[in-house]
């Protein structure tokens, strides 16, 4: 196949995939109206994104900044700091921060991913963990085609559990990502057994994927990464806590100590950038989500196993590439990394990294180290060998990176 075939096949694909494209612009309008009145409600101003030092007392920017993202996703509360190294510690400091000796937490979604299994305390060093510090933890599996239980859950949820921990995306697994309707479903559900049972979703990569978010169908708290969606691309570092006020405080309190919660925190001159990239998330998160319903409509017509098909509604950035094989996955990510803007001239090869338990094929030339907002893809050595490829700072990048891998694959 020529260079022009190739650029006429993707054409061809863009043209079929038109209205999910304009389906995808519809989410990213709604989303930006909603933020650019978040930030007018709250009157964001240019001393907002000076900095202090020290403790942090008096930081006025920081106070607007939690306040924005607050309206944003329709929270009493939240907290946004770069002091969250990751997504994994932003969810700890919520799961340390509310449960206490001998409550119970319940994982409504199967098994979680493999970093929070080892805060769980089911893999890992058990002492530093939920399990090791007292936390009862239980797992609702999944039924046969991935989906979530919904009977299962309404007859195991009892007054003794103090949390279900809701997974919205797929991590590194097959099973279909939740969406908000499902969430909904589930914070029903729980609710009608225990009102009282905190419902906390794990949201990232899920944020401005769709209209609502998991607050506005019934859930407690949530939590995330600002090197994802709700960083827009350009955030250092960080993290965000949002629901119930007092879900929220208690989740401070875990990340700075008791009588400081919200209140301190040197923000190191971060404001401006994540101000910045929460107004950029909607435009970033749809190109990023277009790119994946591109590469899920070529990979399929030339008989790939692609998870979400092209024509499904998506809730999170992911898309997975079934290869049964490793060395299409590792070409795959070797691939992306030939077409990053940064370190392009790197080879990535499979290692052991921090928090899993199989060795990982990493492959992202991002601005921002670990950034998966930007365009990367991964996956563990294990059968069946899928990649899970995300991000994209923009969707004509993506749309090279997918040309690219066609024609080789193609070969």
Same mark, same amino acid.
């Given at each position: 196949?020529?260079?022009?075939?190739?650029d006429?096949?993707?054409?061809?694909?863009?043209?079929f995939l038109?209205?999910?494209?304009?389906?995808?612009e519809?989410i990213?309008?709604y989303?930006?109206?909603?933020?650019l009145?978040?930030?007018?409600?709250?009157?964001v101003?240019?001393?907002?994104?000076?900095?202090?030092s020290?403790?942090?007392?008096?930081?006025s920017?920081?106070?607007?900044l939690?306040?924005?993202?607050?309206?944003?996703?329709?929270?009493e509360a939240?907290?946004?700091?770069?002091?969250?190294?990751?997504?994994?510690?932003a969810?700890a400091?919520a799961?340390?921060?509310?449960?206490?000796?001998?409550e119970?937490?319940?994982?409504?979604t199967?098994?979680?991913?493999?970093?929070?299994?080892?805060?769980?305390?089911?893999?890992g060093?058990?002492?530093e963990?939920?399990?090791?510090?007292?936390v009862?933890y239980e797992e609702i599996?999944l039924?046969?085609?991935?989906?979530?239980d919904?009977?299962?859950?309404?007859?195991k949820?009892?007054?003794?559990?103090?949390?279900i921990?809701?997974?919205?995306?797929?991590?590194y697994?097959?099973?279909?990502?939740?969406?908000?309707?499902?969430?909904?479903?589930?914070?029903e559900?729980?609710?009608s057994?225990n009102?009282?049972?905190?419902?906390?979703?794990?949201?990232?990569?899920g944020?401005?994927v769709?209209?609502r978010e998991?607050?506005e169908?019934?859930?407690?708290?949530?939590?995330?990464s600002?090197i994802?969606?709700?960083?827009?691309? %350009?955030? =250092?570092?960080? @993290? !965000? /806590?949002?629901?119930k #006020?007092?879900?929220v405080?208690?989740?401070?309190i875990?990340?700075?100590?008791?009588?400081?919660?919200?209140?301190?925190?040197a923000m190191?001159n971060q404001?401006r950038?994540?101000?910045?990239?929460?107004f950029?998330?909607?435009?970033?998160?749809c190109?990023?989500?277009?790119?994946?319903v591109l590469?899920?409509? %070529?990979f =399929?017509?030339? @008989? !790939? /196993?692609?998870?979400? #098909?092209f024509?499904e509604k998506r809730?999170d950035?992911?898309?997975t590439?079934?290869f049964?094989s490793?060395?299409?996955?590792?070409?795959?990510?070797?691939?992306?990394?030939?077409l990053?803007?940064?370190?392009?001239?790197?080879?990535?090869i499979?290692?052991?990294?921090?928090?899993?338990?199989?060795?990982?094929?990493?492959a992202?030339g991002t601005?921002?180290e670990?950034?998966?907002?930007?365009?990367s893809?991964?996956?563990p050595?294990?059968?069946?060998?899928?990649?899970y490829m995300?991000?994209g700072?923009?969707y004509a990048?993506?749309?090279?990176?997918?040309k690219?891998?066609?024609?080789?694959?193609?070969k």
């Open positions: 196949m020529t260079t022009k075939q190739t006429d096949y993707i054409k061809a694909a863009e043209k038109y209205p999910q494209f304009e389906y995808l519809d990213r309008d989303n930006q109206e909603k933020v009145k978040a930030f007018t409600d709250n009157r101003a240019a001393e907002h994104f000076y900095t202090v020290g403790y942090g007392h008096d930081d920017g920081r106070e607007v939690d306040k924005v993202f607050a309206q944003t996703f329709r929270a939240a907290i946004v700091r770069n002091h969250f190294v990751s997504g994994t510690h969810l400091c799961l340390f921060g509310n449960l206490r000796y001998g119970k937490l319940v994982s409504v199967g098994t979680p991913y493999d970093t929070m299994q080892e805060v769980i305390g089911t893999t060093a058990k002492r963990s939920l399990i090791g510090h007292g009862v599996p039924k046969s085609d991935g989906t979530v919904l009977e299962m859950i309404t007859n949820i009892d007054k003794s559990v103090r949390m921990e809701i997974q919205r995306s797929r991590g697994s097959l099973r279909p990502s939740v969406n908000i309707e499902t969430i909904g479903e589930i914070c559900a729980v609710k057994k009102p009282d049972c905190i419902c906390f979703v794990d949201n990232c990569y944020e401005f769709e209209k998991p607050l169908v019934g859930a407690d708290l949530i939590a995330g600002l994802k969606n709700a960083g827009g691309g %350009i955030v =250092e570092t960080g @993290g !965000y /806590i949002a629901g #006020k007092e879900y405080e208690q989740s401070a875990s990340l700075t100590a008791p009588g400081i919660g919200c209140e301190g925190g190191l404001h950038l994540i101000f910045q990239g929460l950029m998330a909607p435009s970033v998160v190109d990023a989500v277009k790119g994946t590469a899920a409509k %070529i =399929e017509d030339i @008989g !790939y /196993i692609s998870t979400p #098909k024509n809730t950035l992911i898309q590439i079934t049964n490793p060395e299409p996955l590792k070409e795959f990510c070797r691939t992306i990394q030939e990053s803007p940064v370190n392009s001239y790197v080879t990535p499979p290692d052991n990294v921090p928090g899993y338990e199989d060795k990982l094929i990493m992202g601005f921002i670990g950034s998966t907002i930007e365009l893809a991964d996956g050595l294990r059968p069946p060998y899928a990649v995300q991000g700072l923009n990048h993506v749309k090279i990176v997918i690219n891998i066609f024609e080789k694959v193609y």
